[in-house]
């Protein structure tokens, strides 16, 4: 057993910069288009074998230090009452979007064993053959709430925002059942078998640090709190926290997760004497000729050394344009870049 | 003559805090609807008498302190030779996309009085009747690559990606081209009339420190250089800001303009001694009651203090779903918690 990514996540010694990255079972694989030309995207979510098969996949391919449960962040919204389909143009549809009590009172805390049982069927088979840690995961609560009020995805949030603004009440509601969710949801998979949890917040950074603390960071923290006590380490992904680091720290989580807009040498020198860092590689930069992806993760690799701990990710998901030879040598070079001899 | 703002731009002391805000002539006052119920977007930015009545509602029913030209970033991309459409579903839709360097070839550096002097021709007609500084923009270097190498506006960029890291020397040719491009058109503003200028950077936040070190800053760098010697303010709007400020302040621009994400205490504390700040208020806190919304005001005027000079604005432009009352509010608020008595 591969335990490396554990450890690093604990901040203790490692014999090398342990690698996982954001969306690494993905549409970039040839191996994973295959399963989803034979099944759609929320069917794959809901098979236990399959989606294991295309979790372990990354795995064997490309030799990463852990796995991360293949589904999608909104399977637990769906569970807790709304419709969810996925369009081909538009992504994710939710309907009808939560703008006010009326909607919020249709919902419902779901009860994974019950509501989301092919989750933990899917982490319950996986562990029988992994040979690397496995992450389960699940959308921190402010992320999840912009999709039930816009309904979707979005480009101004103004909805999520009106929420905040003019229905507070509301808005406050829906987050605190949305904690709730997450913590049962993240409380189940972590006892069917998950070794680490990740909670996504990808779009809390549209927050300002006021209402960032207000609407994202409460929430966050109840979660930690409420895992704490599981003994698996938990991290927290913020897109968009350069603005936002000191705030952070404060989930209380064990790994901060930064995206790639901000120099993870700074983050370590400002906040990583008390947290392991996550990330942070532009997932874009998977494009470049080799010897400078090589430099990039150098670069990275000697940023993160001030903190606590690293372990190598993305800044953000694998994009579908990718090569996988790229993906390939990326985790190579990280392995072998920050090799202690 | 209001020359409140002028004087903050140049740090200069002032009875209160002057404000303006982005995109202040649009689709949130009835009056500017009621123009566009005659022409289309496209129409009325290359028609002066009507680019310069829009341009003077806002500053007749608000009271704020400049005037910006009404027109569009994209107004000089067209005149380079790109087609240029808007679409309701869209946005706005360039063609060809330049991916190579066959489309750059087919660009030009426009030559402003010829190729665009309705813009010219707005800001001279403008100077006859305002009582305030008018603003003159153009989009930044990078921020107009995105839109030319994605053919419009983008979630992800990847296209603008991959140009930098496959495609390099043509995407620094193009920005080189731009560069160009945006000094000729500030410079023939200014030349016509306009009091300060606003580069548009609405696009560079999507990159880390070290490709904004290479693929933005030194073109912001290279027209802040060229308009200095000009006599005018040069205002520099980065969006996405919050890990950028060092970079952003070796700009070299008077006022820098910041984002929401960001608390502008904090900015001020880091890069405020060197420069006056512009912003920050979240557009959508306008939803706000508005004694919450005062309050808002309040903390950003309080957090500014400590830079060199402040010029009250949004975070980002108005949104069209705000009330009118709303905004007039936040003026009035702006002057009345500003004032040295």
């Known amino acids: 057993m591969n335990d490396t990514f554990l450890k690093a996540c604990r901040a203790e010694p490692v014999p090398y910069t342990p690698v996982w990255l954001m969306r690494q079972a993905g549409r970039y694989m040839p191996q994973y288009q295959e399963v989803r030309r034979k099944v759609d995207f929320l069917t794959l979510c809901k098979s236990p074998e399959l989606a294991a098969q295309v979790t372990l996949q990354p795995v064997e391919v490309l030799g990463v230090d852990a796995a991360i449960l293949f589904s999608d962040i909104l399977i637990p919204v769906e569970a807790m009452g709304m419709r969810l389909e996925f369009s081909e143009q538009q992504g994710?549809?939710?309907?009808?979007?939560?703008?006010g009590q009326a909607e919020l009172e249709g919902l419902r805390v779901p009860e994974p064993s019950k509501d989301v049982p092919f989750v933990l069927e899917s982490i319950r088979l996986l562990r029988q053959s992994l040979q690397v840690p496995l992450i389960g995961f699940s959308g921190a609560p402010f992320t999840l709430a912009t999709y039930m009020v816009e309904g979707g995805g979005s480009k101004s949030f103004f909805y999520t925002k009106w929420m905040m603004f003019r229905q507070r009440e509301v808005f406050l509601g829906l987050l605190q059942m949305l904690t709730e969710t997450v913590c049962r949801y993240l409380r189940a998979q972590i006892e069917a078998g998950a070794q680490a949890v990740q909670l996504f917040d990808t779009w809390a950074g549209i927050l300002g640090p006021q209402d960032y603390r207000t609407y994202a960071l409460p929430y966050v923290k109840q979660v930690v709190r409420e895992l704490k006590g599981l003994g698996v380490p938990i991290i927290y992904f913020l897109n968009g926290c350069a603005g936002l680091l000191e705030e952070m720290l404060q989930s209380g989580a064990d790994v901060l997760s930064l995206d790639w807009r901000i120099d993870i040498a700074q983050a370590a020198r400002s906040v990583g004497?008390?947290?392991?860092?996550?990330?942070?590689?532009?997932?874009?930069?998977?494009?470049l000729p080799r010897q400078e992806l090589s430099q990039r993760v150098q670069d990275i690799l000697q940023g993160a050394r001030a903190a606590r701990g690293h372990v190598f990710n993305l800044g953000h998901g694998v994009l579908p344009q990718i090569p996988l030879e790229a993906v390939k040598h990326l985790v190579q070079e990280v392995h072998r870049l920050s090799r202690r001899s």
Not at 273 to 287: F, K, R, T, W, Y
Request: proline residues 17%; charged residues 15%.
């Open 92 to 99: 994710p549809v939710l309907s009808p979007p939560v703008r």
């Open 273 to 287: 004497a008390e947290a392991v860092l996550q990330g942070n590689l532009d997932p874009c930069a998977l494009l």
